[in-house]
């Protein structure tokens, strides 16, 4: 399974530029726990790093730093890792493991932002997967008794 077939497509984003209570505002009405800073193009958003509500509590309020004083861009994570949207589950998988990270931009072959794809997304297409070969595995089962009706015993 390809991570495009199975990322939410709504993304949130903001501007670099945009402030850390604008930011949290923009959370709460949209109830996403992270936004995607992008620089908007004429093709699409460019993803440029994220900010997440932990970002905010950790950063700006256990700082006790005013929201009004801070821009999105003084707290995102920089050193951004995104998926192209081609990928496979597993491979994504590994490389948020690799570095420690439960959500990802996801993006076309132009590096544009086409999604968004968590820990949790990703656990619901594993578990889809499994359950496939599960009713596979009961398919083979009922293909075989109607093949071969169980035959009474000699004795």
């Known amino acids: 399974m390809r991570i495009g ?27 996403v726990g992270d936004l995607v800073v992008g ?16 970002d905010i509590v950790v950063e700006v309020v256990a700082m006790n730093v005013s929201p009004d004083q801070l821009a999105v861009k003084d707290i995102m994570s920089r050193a951004l ?11 994504t998988l590994a490389l ?3 570095k420690g990270i439960r959500r990802m931009p996801v ?11 968590t820990f949790d997304d990703l656990l619901e297409g594993i ?3 499994t359950g496939l070969a599960a009713k596979l595995i009961q398919k ?5 008794t109607i093949a071969r009706p169980a035959k009474p015993a000699r004795g």
């Open 140 to 144: 083979e089962r009922e293909q075989e």
């Open 96 to 98: 948020m493991r690799h």
């Open 81 to 91: 890792t995104y998926v192209d949207e081609s990928k496979g589950v597993y491979e």
């Open 107 to 117: 993006v076309d072959e132009r590096d544009d932002l086409v999604g968004i794809v």
């Open 39 to 54: 620089i908007e193009g004429s093709e699409g958003v460019r993803p440029i790093g994220i900010v997440t509500d932990r």
């Open 127 to 129: 578990a889809e997967e």
């Open 5 to 31: 077939e199975i990322c939410t497509r709504d993304v949130v984003f903001c501007a670099a530029d945009t402030s850390i209570a604008d930011a949290a505002r923009l959370m709460r009405e949209r109830h």
